[in-house]
């Protein structure tokens, strides 16, 4: 049972994830039947999602500060995850 109260079926995956991890994600979706939208912020911002993921440290190195799109998505009622690997 999903511990959050939106009704959406789509699960947001930040696109700097690593690879792993997405492909972990798309088989728990399959079987679950959620849909998958992998993309940036914006994206996030402006969607309609029951959860979200996002990397620390992103799959390219990059580090990026998560307050903002975090509390933008939350405020909308989005269950947030934050996957981090400092390696």
Do not use: C, H
Request: glycine share 10%; proline share 1%.
């Amino acid at each position: 049972k999903r511990v959050g109260k939106s009704k959406s079926n789509q699960f947001f995956v930040d696109s700097r994830i690593y690879p792993q991890t997405l492909d972990v994600i798309k088989t728990r979706a399959k079987y679950f039947g959620w849909e998958i939208v992998v993309g940036d912020f914006d994206v996030a911002k402006n969607g309609d999602f029951f959860g979200a993921i996002f990397q620390y440290v992103g799959s390219e190195g990059d580090v990026v500060d998560l307050t903002d799109i975090i509390s933008a998505v939350k405020a909308k009622g989005t269950q947030t995850i934050v996957a981090a690997d400092v390696m």
